[in-house]
């Protein structure tokens, strides 16, 4: 049965967002940002949050796959309006200008981030050489010395891609888009505040990567998200409870994945506190 108002389309997704408002707030205050004292903790949020920031492209790219025709022969998309929405996101988040003024994926900007940082990259370095020998995601994980949060997040992003447009769509960009801008703003703030100061060259390329996103996640890409899901709902109640259903799933996962980052800062801090 679809909405009766001809403009209740995007008005069913407003109000699902807000709905959706008490578990975002928890993932934009979670204490994790607040607990990044070191440099150490910046190296350990960053081995873990390099999955998420990888499976996010899978994500993207997935949903990209669905919404246009990618292969020869070519046949026109069925909603143009959400494939012009997913693939200007993309463009940017496969081929974005970096810091130097040169091109590259968002995911290639945070690697360098990293490596800069004196973040290993072994693990995530791993994951895709094991990917690239046909090994599948979830044996890939299983392989990986990574905290259990972050196995279960990336298992998780990877479980959406059995259900619908519209659902995969929900975890896009509810676990996503709508989150990632307000998450990183308090992390950059606390990144600035207590350790960035005294390291500057070392920090500049995540701090670019922060405050790339958070310019385009909170003021382009989060309403073209919002305005493709409430296109691949169009107005059908029975979607947009699927959608809050997927919503919530994939909010859920980020905060036990945040959850999992601290409890590992908890964990190192203890031990390097019985060795001294």
Partial sequence: MAFKRSNDMMYG?????????????KINHHPLYKSI??????????????????????????????????????????DALSANLISSILVEEEGDVTEDGTYASHFDIYLTAMKKVGADTTSIETMLNLLSQGVSV??????????????????????????????????????????????????????????????????STLIYYFERHIELDGEEHFP????????????????????????IRALTARLHFLTGIQQSFVQEDEEIALAS
């Fill in 37 to 78: 004292h070191t440099v150490h903790h910046v190296r350990l949020f960053m081995e873990q949050h390099a999955f998420a920031v990888w499976d996010f492209m899978c994500l993207l790219k997935e949903l990209h796959r669905r919404l246009v025709s990618t292969a020869a022969p070519w046949f026109p998309p069925k």
């Fill in 13 to 25: 997704i407003e109000q699902l967002t807000q709905k959706l408002s008490p578990l975002t707030l």
């Fill in 224 to 247: 073209k998200a919002i305005q493709m899901l409430a296109n691949l709902v169009n107005g059908d109640e029975s979607k947009l409870r699927q959608v809050e259903a997927a919503a």
């Fill in 138 to 203: 979830e044996n890939a994980l299983d392989q990986l010395p990574l905290n259990a949060a972050t196995k279960n997040f990336v298992k998780s992003t990877f479980s959406f891609f059995t259900l619908e447009t519209h659902e995969l769509a929900a975890a896009f960009v509810y676990g996503r888009e709508g989150v990632t801008a307000e998450m990183f703003t308090p992390l950059l703030s606390q990144l600035k505040a207590e350790i960035a100061s005294n390291h500057e060259q070392q920090f």
